[in-house]
């Protein structure tokens, strides 16, 4: 009996939803649903410190924005739940206990020091670096005896130290990863909670996925999850690794060069369907060659067959030029008429606004000019704002990127945040206030004169400012100071 078809999207909820998590979900939705099978959402949330409620709901609302709807979830149930990691501990610790007692993993109380050290001569020697099994060999009751002394412990995984693990995937072939690559990989952490690796197989074989549709990135970890399921005796699942997304340079996409959040391309004005069909196209083409087409489409023609291996160039023109297709082409007035409603004119979103500028303008003409910036993507701020008075470019410049990482971290984007924020950046950066604010003044809002910086940034929103920072930095890096005559 043919098994009915379920794959998962399991994103962690530590920052911004990413396009990546777009990207692969729309895969497996796409090949369960051909299939008539499920979808999941799982909430892999075992690193609690970095956690947060907050970019959870960013998942589920982006996700639902692209159309692609789960059948079990954390927030709608399922049979095969808890779907959140944090809420099946007791499941993880029954089944590292089990890989224990068959002699497929171990306790190991090697401490941090000890392991920075094997680290450090095992580069000093131009050794592969990992784990050196300290604790494997030793008389698990002089192990026990130290962890019930009180040393914290993990448990690792006994990886073979000779042979190969094989795997074929399905879009791929015949994978062979030799064993010696393979460290002892932590399956339990000191705090008692399941490494990624652990909680990844037992979750998919108690949720019954048929298909783990992940990024390339995830073939190295694939033999520490087949050893896994050979030791628990389970059947595998069938394995497809797309290729990663990546910058024009052909670096993995990442914040530093191109907005990499789901939230704003949202808050930008991109069309939904638009993102669905350029993350489609990241991978997949279609045998009459068409780049326009909708999700039902994409579900239906989908073929693991012509899944290309290049790596997808995530390019910001090519999806400018695609939602503007979908915009005249898509959409009737009335419809772009609620667009522009919906994005720019707002009606929450311009009380703001209103409130802001409202003492600084004399006529309705005079909103327009005057609040601009209000709208607008990119400012265009003239590169010489960011060479910081007292400052040489190298200083300036690793000031403003510590904004930018600092603004990436925030949950929160309230004035209080923003304010915290630029204060501890100037203060980390050695730099006065008076020196700082006026550059970033010019570089939110292009406007010496502006309403007050932290509710002015507030308002516009998270995606927008780091969005104008790292556009402004971009420009920066290119600019030389002119020579002193």
Known sequence: MTKRVRTRIAPSPTGDPHVGTGYIALYNYAFAKQHGGDFLLRIEDTDQSRCSDASEQAIFDSLRWLGLSWDEGPDIGGEKGPYRQSERLKIYRAYIQQLIDSGAAYKCTCTPERLAEVRKRQQALKQPTGYDGHCRDRDPAEVQAEIDAGAPYVVRLRTPRDGATRFVDLVRGEVSINNTEVDDQVLMKSDGFPTYHLANVVDDHLMEITHVIRGEEWISSTPKHILMYDAFGWERPNFVHLPLLRNNDKSKVSKRKNPVSLNYFKEAGY???????????????????????????????????????????????????????????????????????????????????????????????????????????????????????????????????????????????????????????????????????????????????????????????????????????????????????
Do not use: H
């Open 271 to 485: 069309l939904p369907d638009a993102m669905v069909n350029f993350f489609g196209l990241m991978a997949f083409s279609f045998r009459d060659e068409r780049e326009v087409f909708t999700l039902k489409d994409f579900t239906e023609e989908l073929d693991l067959k012509r899944i290309s291996l290049g790596g997808p160039v995530f390019d910001l023109t090519k999806l400018l030029w695609l939602n503007g297709r979908y915009l005249r082409e898509q959409r009737e007035v009335p419809q772009v008429l609620s667009y522009l409603k919906e994005q720019l004119f707002q009606e929450d979103y311009l009380v703001k606004v209103i409130e802001l500028v409202q003492e600084r303008v004399e006529k309705s003409e005079d909103f327009i000019p005057y609040a601009s910036f209000f709208f607008a993507g990119d400012v265009e701020t003239d590169p010489k704002w960011l060479m910081l008075k007292g400052a040489t470019k190298k200083e300036s410049r690793a000031a403003f990127e510590m904004l930018a990482d600092r603004i990436d971290a925030l949950q929160e984007f309230s004035p209080e945040s923003i304010e915290e924020t630029l204060k501890g950046t100037c203060q980390d950066s050695g730099l006065k206030p008076k020196q700082f604010f006026m550059p970033v003044r010019m570089i939110i809002t292009n406007k010496k004169g502006s309403p007050p910086l932290y509710d002015t940034m507030a308002v516009l929103g998270k995606e927008r400012c780091r969005f104008r920072i790292r556009k402004a930095l971009e420009r920066f890096k290119q600019w030389e100071p002119p020579k002193a005559t």
